[in-house]
């Protein structure tokens, strides 16, 4: 992997949360790919020193490729991101299985990266796993569900963004049934295909959704057979969340004539004829906002959602030509609401589970 260095003198940074520090080199990983040159190579230090960093110290570690213009890409560009604005150290590993997620946190921490980003929310188990074993180290997990004293969450608001895309969905279909597909279920993707459901049916209420998991952000061949699937039980409108395999959904679509979003980064260019928007969320801004906030000594263990109210952060991408000016004036309207809490979220019952609904305030 290659390596990025910048120092410069780190002010103000002087709280518990990132104090002291070991730096140990266990390198495990073939895919881990360090920023600094001089790392130790003991093998027998097992605890943190109480040397003070003189530099904020960043590392991610992402389940898929940098190079895959989606999640992955953007939350390099993040890291890369405070590297520019706040001068720190970073590094990155890439491809990271599940079964090498607890080690590759550890490897970190031991390091001394003492703020380390786990690019998924599959990540929420190994976080909670390595988190205590060093409190001075803090870890946060994108896209995820846990906090703790040294434990935060970064979430984009897909439920938002994906409202915004069941509405205009639901006044592109013809067959009234539209698809979910993404590799995984976990809260973030459930809540996303949540909101595609709830957008779709304020216009109508008797429209289908189904959901597919294809268990592999990456597999192009795994999504396109999904796609096809999916098309051919009546879906004329296909939702995504992938990774490397987002383009095989997209060219799918447009190859077999329907509709589809994009997702994370604007993919209208990747099959035009088919890709109706994408909500765009700028990962890389939010990772470098948190970033800031540590920088301040402002970082707290908790869960951070960013949505609609944060416009840089999450938005609508480039919407095909075939959406109406009229179209786009209605959705922009339901997106006014939803900043200005005119339209909120709501924990609620629904067929005996637990779920989100929309609650809708009378002016």
């Not at 994370?264 to 970033?291: C, E, F, G, H, W």
Request: glycine share 8%; proline share 3%.
């Amino acid at each position: 992997m290659k390596s990025s260095l910048k120092r410069r003198q780190f002010l103000g940074f002087t709280s518990a949360l990132f104090g002291s520090l070991i730096l140990k080199a266990c390198d495990n990983n073939n895919n881990s790919t360090l920023t600094n040159s001089e790392v130790p190579t003991s093998s027998t230090e097992e605890k943190q020193t109480t040397e003070t960093p003189k530099t904020l110290k960043i590392a991610i570690v992402l389940p898929g490729i940098i190079t895959d213009k989606a999640w992955n890409q953007t939350g390099y560009e993040g890291v890369k991101l405070t590297e520019e604005k706040l001068g720190t150290e970073i590094a990155y590993v890439e491809q990271v299985s599940q079964a090498d997620q607890a080690e590759t946190l550890t490897d970190f921490a031991r390091r001394g990266y003492n703020l380390v980003y786990a690019h998924g929310g599959q990540f929420d188990a190994a976080i909670q796993q390595v988190a205590g074993q060093f409190p001075n180290t803090f870890f946060i997990g994108v896209n995820g569900a846990v906090e703790g004293e040294n434990i935060a969450s970064l979430r984009i608001d897909h439920l938002q963004g994906s409202y915004l895309c069941g509405i205009l969905g639901a006044m592109m279909t013809k067959s009234n049934q539209m698809a979910y597909i993404t590799a995984q279920s976990f809260q973030a993707t459930d809540e996303e295909l949540r909101g595609f459901e709830l957008g779709a049916k304020s216009i109508n209420p008797n429209i289908k959704i189904t959901s597919s998991y294809t268990g592999d952000w990456n597999d192009a061949a795994k999504a396109k057979e999904a796609t096809l699937a999916l098309i051919s039980s009546g879906a004329d409108v296909v939702y995504q969340w992938l990774d490397n395999a987002s383009p095989a959904v997209l060219q799918t679509a447009q190859e077999k004539g329907i509709y589809a979003f994009g997702n994370t980064v604007d993919q209208l260019t990747i099959a035009p004829q088919a890709v109706l928007t994408t909500p765009v969320k700028r990962l890389d801004l939010a990772i470098n906002y948190l970033a800031e906030l540590a920088n301040k000594n402002e970082l707290e263990g908790k869960i951070y959602s960013l949505g609609l109210d944060y416009p840089d952060i999450l938005y609508l991408g480039e919407f095909n030509e075939v959406v109406t000016d009229k179209m786009i004036s209605e959705i922009n309207n339901v997106k006014e609401e939803i900043v200005t809490k005119k339209i909120t979220f709501e924990p609620c019952e629904e067929n005996g589970k637990s779920t989100l609904c929309v609650n809708k305030t009378v002016s």
